[in-house]
């Protein structure tokens, strides 16, 4: 039997999601699914996050990031296919790492 195929999903999350928690949210979400990635917030008021995994996990991960933290709104998500080289951003050693504002 064949290992599952993993993918990496770039997200833009748009709406309340600065000052609220969001990226904590985000990495203990990504943790609780086992995912490989990063999370970061930027200067233009969204937050940024790269996800590597399988498919169906991923889906739902996206579906938590829609729900957020308590205190959030989530306006709209952008979703664009990443790359294991948009995986270098994370600290070394990490499988999942919050990043410095972009």
Known sequence: MSEPAHIVVHI???????????RAFV?????????????????????????????????DMIAACR???FGSRVDAIDQRAGSDADLRARVPGEEFSVLPTF
């Open 67 to 69: 729900r957020g933290p």
């Open 27 to 59: 990495a203990r979400e990504a943790g609780r699914h086992a995912l490989a990635g990063w999370v970061r917030n930027c200067r233009n008021g969204t937050v940024e996050a790269l996800f590597k995994g399988e498919p169906d996990v991923i889906n």
């Open 12 to 22: 833009v999350v748009h709406g309340r999601v600065q000052g609220v928690g969001y």
